[in-house]
Structures are given as structure tokens and as C-alpha cells.
């Protein structure tokens, strides 16, 4: 009952927003219907920090900078942009057509213009809230100095906004890109104060409408978006409908019953029944939908606590490299992809860069492939020929990463290990591996901003768990070096070799077990035209249609 009130209410509520007549056909012609399984907890962009957020701020809120499906910064607020003093100093020129979405905050409830003052502001509060890895990429590089009010950015004028570097840092607009970095009205912010998540105010192409927690989320038309393509103001739809149905079969029959305008996620589907081995649809829904799939930046591993001042790895076989390496060879990762994943993802085979990013070159990395007699030669190597001297390790897997454990758990034992594989709650797996009080994980990496750096910020030896992401505790002066110099330099290709010797290096030393580089799927109803995919895996909105019947 409750879920029919809230699609009679979505009606009424597009209705009001121009919508024309009731005419149920009409109107779902205008609405992109999806479902978040995991649930949506705040529409605060200092909330951003897990993708079910993000899809949706992305929709509400826009920064300096967005990127292209390309990955490509360009223009967003900031109509342009130069760099001064060696890239020390970011001058950004701003659009004078940005307004923040009506609102009872505003003093007559119009929405007002956005100024530079506004980034300077919100930058700030970001600074305060401290979210969640929100402070950590940009704020340690700021100049703290006079001419920044010690804060790092000014605002000179009403259209430019400036941010000064302490030393140099080529990922910095990508950084930016970032949803973290929206620009907030200090209205809707002041009255509306840690509510400001549920009441969200932006300027992006769909504001804020209803929200009933655990059953739908609804955005509707901004009609004084910014963004236009062929002097069309975007968005075209009317509204975005979110439903939050936990159980996955339901919300497929939803999805197959045209409830719903996109499905995404390899969990969201009965895989036996959508997907042929090779990852194409079945003779059965071919043609009936659209299967969007491509690279995602994700890499899934396995991790291994390798600090060798700790008494966990001491005791432990692992604190030898011939057996780490051990594992790398022993692991069949084409059989993970073709068989458990049915054919969604690549192999993990060159290193832990993923495909998508620029810096991915399987030609330069040397990567691990599957040869299970390598992998008990190096375990001979390493004094553990016979099974019987080969002590039991402990694979710690969260509950969300348990459908290949039993697989890995078999190829290790085929090659001489002995192997446990301890199954825990997601909020234990990450208590346990923060705090190093486990030596060997399942984990995965998703790229926060479109570079390597990203991913070779966990290795970094200054970032060690549990302040830092480094939960390998993995500590090499040569890859401290590299890493330090790809930060600081300019140059785009000098800088991917710089990663790919960084990647060969933790290939060589083994901290880490790449086992594939993930991809994104969705299932897309063939009437929705427009949406594009990129390797951030973003879910864009403003340019979607759905064709008429």
C-alpha cells in the first residue's frame, strides 16, 4: 500500500512541475526510474563518500570542474581556468548563470546567483566537517599562508576564485572534481544545519522533492539549470524516481516488468539467467534490453599485512616474498572472470593499476599469470615443500566478498597451502584490517578521482593503517621515491612511467594479490537514450531521453 501512495504521489508531484495532464504513459516518458539497493543516507556532498550518494548529488550539486565519459576534466561553474607559479596557483574564472535551486533559505525563496565567496565558504565548511576522506586529498596541500587568509583559497572578486598549492600536485583537478567539492549555498547550510543531507540545495540539474526513507527519493526538474545543448536547457526529463527495494530478485522483477528504467550491478541480477558465459546477454533478453558494460576503476584483491616489525607477520609464512608470490602464481584469475563473474571484469594480470586509466599499460607491468608449478617451486624456495611444514593461514573475507572464497581457497590448497577462510561482517572485516589485526584480506580499491596516484596512495609508506589506507603496512624506499616524484611532475607521460616502475615494484615485492579489475554493468530499458557510461562508473542524468512509443 505504501509503495502504491508514493508512485500516486510521484504523479501529483511531476504534475506540479509541469508535467502536462495525467496521462500515466505521458508521463513516464519524462521520469528515469531506478532502484538503489544499498540506500541512499545523505545528499550532502561532504557525504559523498560511497556511490550510492554520489549518484544521487551528482544529480543536485555541481564544482569548479566535472569530467568528460573520457575522464577528461572540463568546464563546469568554472567556465576556465590558468595556472600560475609552477602549478602552485589556480585562478578559476567563473560562469555568471549558475544560481542555487529555489528555496525557502533565500529571503523571497529564489534562488540566488552563485559567487566566488560561495566556493570559499563551502571549501571551508567541508574543512570543518571533516568527512570522511573528504579533507584528505586537498586540504594537506594547501598553502597556509597571509595572502590565503591561512586557509588556503580566496575569493578576489565575485567571479574568481583562487586555491594556492604548497608544492605542486598534477592530479589537482581531478581532485575537483570530486562531488566533496560542490558548491552549497551558506543559507541552506545555516538553516537547515546537520539536516542539510535530507534538504539538500545546489544548483545541479534536478533539486530536491520528497524523500521517504527506505521507499523513494524524489528529484524533479531544475528549470534554471545552467548547462544547454543545442540551446536546449538541459535537463530533459522531468524528475528522477528512486526506490530503495533491499532484495535484489524483487527489484529485477521490478526492472522486468518496466517498473524500472535502468538495473545496475552484477549482484542486481540472476547472472545464470541474464548473461552468457562471455558476459553478452542470453538469447532470452537480447534485444529486449540494453546491456551497458565497460571498464570500472576497481581493482579486487587480496591483501597481506607485510610489516616486518609486528609479531602477526613474524609468525606467519607470508613474511616471505618467494611465498606471496606464491599466491600470485597459484591464483587461475581467467577461471574468476569466465566462470564465477561470467565474463564481467578483466583479469588482474598487469598489475593493480585498472584498465580506464590512462596509466594502464599491460605491456609495461609485469603482472602474475597462472602457473601453479611456478607457484610450488617459489613455495620449495621458500622452505615449505612439504604441505605438512606449511602452517594454516587465515584468509579473512568480508560477507559481501564470500562467493569466490571457496574457489581461492581450493587453488591455494592445490599448490601446497593450507588455507582458513574466516567470513565476517562487513563493519568487523574493516575493524580488523584498519587496525592490522589480520595478515591477510580480501579488500577492493575504487579510484576516488581519475589517476594513479589514487591507487598507489594505499602503498605510500607515510599513509600506513589505521590513519592512512596502507593497510599492508608496505614500506619501500624505491616506491617512496617514485611515488613522491610522479606527485610533483607536470608531464602526463613521464608520469605514467613513473607509475608503471611503481607498479612493477609491488608486482615484484607482492603486498598485494590483484585478482581482477572490475567493470560496471546496468540493464537499460530500450525507450532510454542518452546515458552514457565512463569508467568512474557516474550515473549522468541531464542529457537522458526516453523515446516516445
Known sequence: MKRTLLFAATAILLQTCGSGSGDKSSENKRVFRYNETGGINSLDPAAANKSENIWAVNQVFNGLVQLDDQLKVIPSIAKSWELYDDGREYTFHLRNDVYFQDDACFPDGRGRKVTADDFVQSFYRLMELKSERSSMPIFKLLERSERTNFIGFTAPNDSTFKIFLDKPFPPFLEILSMHYFSVVPHEAADKYGEDFGRHPVGTGPFKFKVWDEGQ????????????????????????????????????????????????????????????????????????????????????????????????????????????????????????????????????????????????????????YHYDPDKSRELLRKAGYGDKDKMPEIELNVAAQYADMSNFIKKELEDVGFRIKININQNSVQSTLVGSSRVNFFRKSWVGDYADAQDFFSIFYSKNFSPEGSNYFHFANDEFDKLYEQACAEPSDSVRYGLYQRMDNILMEESPVVPLFYDEFLRLVQNDVEGLTTNPMNLLNLKRVKKKAE
Do not use: C
Open 216 to 367: 523513494k527519493l524524489v528529484l524533479v526538474r531544475n528549470e534554471n539549470y545552467f548547462e544547454k545543448e543545442g540551446g536546449q536547457r538541459l535537463p530533459y526529463l522531468e524528475a528522477v524516481d528512486i526506490s530503495f527495494i533491499k532484495d535484489n530478485e524483487i527489484a529485477f522483477t521490478e526492472f522486468l516488468k518496466g517498473n524500472f528504467d535502468m538495473i545496475s550491478g552484477t549482484e542486481t541480477i540472476n547472472k545464470k539467467m541474464v548473461l552468457d558465459p562471455s558476459g553478452g546477454l542470453t538469447g532470452t533478453y537480447k534485444g529486449k534490453f540494453v546491456l551497458q558494460t565497460g571498464p570500472y576503476l576497481k581493482t579486487d584483491y587480496l591483501g597481506i599485512l607485510v610489516d616486518p616489525r609486528m609479531e602477526i607477520v613474524k609468525e606467519s609464512p607470508l613474511h616471505l616474498k618467494e611465498v606471496r608470490q606464491a599466491i600470485n602464481y597459484a591464483i587461475d584469475r581467467e577461471k574468476i572472470i569466465n566462470y564465477l563473474r561470467y565474463g564481467i571484469g578483466t583479469p588482474a594480470l598487469s598489475g593493480f593499476i585498472p584498465e580506464g586509466l590512462p596509466s594502464f599499460d599491460k605491456n609495461k607491468v609485469k603482472g
